[in-house]
């Protein structure tokens, strides 16, 4: 009988578990070289980023993080690097409000440091100085991006006149 209780805790215990950690997909352009490198180099940077979620399988999930950065100097394109960093995540046992923000804030926290590390690698053989991403606030993210679906989740409910 206890050992019964104990499997049925253990069953509920949440569970998570990093199975793999990929590139998915890279690219990198210097659309205006080499006429870029005899320019002063005085960049504006942006910085895009995205998340994707998959099930592939009962408590697998795949989380994709997207990063677009660009970098424009003198108005000119100097480069962008595009990367998809990827992991397979068990996640088990979490109620669906925790699942979603492991899936959405956790699991991108984890991969944020291979992908920023990747991205650095493809500026840097492009010849362009190091690019040193700044932590991404994962967790404030996924508030924000919930509270703007909260707010326009009443607007759709909003009966038309």
């Known amino acids: 009988m206890a050992e019964n209780e104990q ?11 990093i199975q793999r950690v990929y590139l998915k997909d890279a690219s990198f352009e210097a659309p205006n070289s080499p006429q870029v490198f005899t320019k002063q180099w005085q960049p504006e940077i942006n910085l895009d980023m995205n998340t994707a979620t998959s099930s592939l399988d009962e408590n697998v999930f795949e989380v ?45 926290s984890i991969l944020f ?36 679906q909260a707010e326009q989740a009443p607007a759709a409910d909003a009966p038309q006149h």
């Not at 998809?84 to 995540?89: H, V």
């Not at 500026?123 to 991403?133: C, D, E, I, R, W």
């Open 7 to 17: 499997n049925t805790q253990e069953q509920q215990a949440p569970q998570f578990a």
């Open 64 to 108: 994709v993080l997207t990063l677009t950065v660009t970098a424009k100097n003198d108005g000119d394109t100097a480069f962008l690097a595009e990367l998809q960093q990827a992991g397979i995540f068990t996640v088990s046992g979490l109620a669906e409000a925790e699942l979603h923000h492991t899936l959405g804030a956790f699991c991108p």
């Open 113 to 148: 440091p291979y992908a920023r590390e990747a991205i650095d690698n493809l500026v840097n053989k492009g010849s362009f100085p190091a690019l040193m991403l700044s932590p991404v606030n994962f967790d404030a993210l996924y508030a924000q991006q919930m509270q703007k």
